[in-house]
């Protein structure tokens, strides 16, 4: 299905990501968002907000993020595609909905526009330290799917990529993009209608008395109907059969369950999308995400001039987690160096596929900035020169982090 | 429970809706298995969200009718219900106080009077109509299980508002807590015997006290404009001509959806 040209903002912008993002939504044919405004993704819901009677759809503001995410989930079963808008302290609340959105298979996107935390953090600048909750941050075993964009361009590209995951698996899909990204400028061209391809809600058309909420479609994902439409749909937060209606018996959890988490596992091959450069005879590679794949190109650039043979992994998709190409890549490379704008998630990750195979060096940072590329480069030398392995992980000093620990920094007013 | 449900079927008979038209969100202490044969959908939502989860599916679809029933109202949704009420989102809240959380066992919620419940509720409860009439919304009774006729005849009538309305179910929990809450093990005739009818009763004299009659009865019953009332109205003066209302187009099986009837797709597009 093609975009509504309706909804296409088409040509030439030179926009944040927040409002990239909001183009995004609209162009991807969502119809309702509910949010409540936090610092910095407001932009993002603003700018819909502003667009969306142009495509006849609705934002409101909600009184909480805790009556957004269940509104979005509300809206999504009524049949169409909706969506909130969030960041830290936003994101922690809408936890229990998300596992809520999971277990009925919800079609519902969420752009968490991170903020350095813990807690308020610094709520004007960045941080990329929500990865972890992203994956596991409801109680009980579900997937998610998470994208990381690292432009404005690509906050509007993977919007509506997200969106066609979303209906593709019946799950909730997460852009988890930070403060950096959200208020960078930069152009973004927005492509003709024609040119944007939407995936529809996948419903079905049969009998009302024959349709099976949760009853999976050769495929793992069951078909949806729209609310109201004479279903007599019963849709329940409880462990459910194939009708919606609660068991509590382990046979029954056994099956629900290893569906709900493999129809995103067994189907990672088509949704991990990542780009790679020159990993096949590296001796190094850098692994990241977000901003921080771009800042470490310079670092990356400055290596390969020094001579050493460096590849560039950037995690488009962070969740499922590429497990079959790390592991691959570790039996040919020396070591990987993750750069993060937390201290060590993803590089934990990264870690548990290697296995001991290369070592792992993490560029951590606090977050209310991004790393100095000159930090990577340096960590990329030593991961280079290192001969032994490494058992765990290496956590690798910033220059800023070696002056306030070992003397000669001081705190600048 | 049965009476509700029983009173909650007639009375959408009566009002003339149709049974596939009406989405019932509820919470954690209203799971009854008789929902299933009612004809309507049925989405058992987390604690305390069922307003807010019917605030989704009447925007996305202003065509449905929208009815959360709740049991928790006043304690993880209450923030939600004063909202809902200041919007005058189109939904009809029907809270059953139960005085009791049914399935977790004897503990007393917010809206439970200090009467029933010796050991462990000490405050004052929520006066519900006042509440929900104070913030906002149009319609607002309280009955008992017993009262049938008319607990139908609100549901009916609630069911035609354009706006929130609020019923408030006084209905028993089942027996076992009647000891523990120190009260006649039939709770429905103590409730019933114990109640008086004072119809058009300003709501903040409608106060579950201890030692004082139970007060039911429809309180108020008005007109506002609802949230997409109020929303086509700002946006037509801010857009101008280029505006479409948003509002219900007529439900099918592939087509329920949303936006105007000028909305080419329909919704199909979803």
Sequence with gaps: MKANPRDVLTGVHYIDGDVAAGYGVLAAGCKFVAGYPITPSTEAAETFARVAPKGNAMFIQMEDELASISAVIGASFAGVKSMTITSGPGYTLMMEAIGFGAMLETPFVLLNIQRGGPSTGVPTKTGQADMMQSRWGSHGDYEIIAISPDSPQELFDYTIKAFNLAEMYRCPVMIMSDECVGHMTEKVVIPPAEEIELEPRRLYNGPPGEYLPFKPDGDFIPKMVKAGAGYNLYISGHVHDERGYPVTNEEFKSVYLRRLVDKIRRNKDKIIELKEENTDDAEVIVVSYGISSRVAVRGIEKAREKGIKIGNLRLVTVWPFPDEKIIDLAKTTKAFVVPEINYGQIAFEVERCCHGRANVVLVPHSGAGVHNPDDIYDAIVFAAKEKKKIEGIVEYKTKLEKLVFEGGFKLKE | ?270
């Design chain 2, 1 to 270: 429970m049965s009476p509700i449900i029983n009173a909650f079927a007639q009375g959408i008979k009566k009002s003339g809706v149709k049974p596939a038209e009406v989405c019932v969100p509820s919470d954690i202490p209203f799971e009854p298995n008789v929902v299933k044969q009612l004809g309507v959908d049925y989405f058992h939502t987390i604690r305390g969200r069922a307003i807010v989860f019917g605030t989704g599916l009447k925007l996305a679809n202003p065509a449905l009718k929208v009815v959360p029933v709740v049991g928790d109202l006043m304690t993880l949704g209450g923030n939600h219900f004063v909202h809902a009420s200041r919007r005058n989102m189109e939904l009809l809240v029907i809270c059953v106080n139960s005085f009791i959380y049914k399935k977790i066992g004897g503990k007393s919620v917010p809206s439970t009077s200090p009467v029933f419940s010796l050991y462990s509720t000490f405050e004052e409860p929520f006066n519900i109509p006042h509440l929900g009439n104070s913030c906002g919304a149009i319609y607002t009774a309280r009955w008992t299980a017993l009262h049938t006729d008319e607990l139908v005849n609100s549901i009916a009538e609630a069911l035609n508002k354009r706006g929130l309305s609020v019923i408030e179910i006084l209905a028993p929990g089942p027996d076992y807590y009647t000891g523990i809450n120190n009260i006649d093990s039939n709770l429905v005739k103590f409730y019933h015997k114990n109640s008086e009818i004072k119809n058009n009763e300003d709501p903040r004299n409608v106060g579950i006290m201890p030692d004082e009659n139970i007060v039911v009865g429809k309180f108020t019953d008005k007109e506002r404009p609802t949230f997409i009332d109020v929303y086509n109205a700002q946006l037509s003066k801010v857009i101008g001509d280029k505006f479409t209302p948003y509002g219900p187009v007529p439900t099918s099986r592939t087509g329920a959806g949303l936006g105007t009837g000028k909305n080419e797709s329909g919704g199909k597009d979803g």
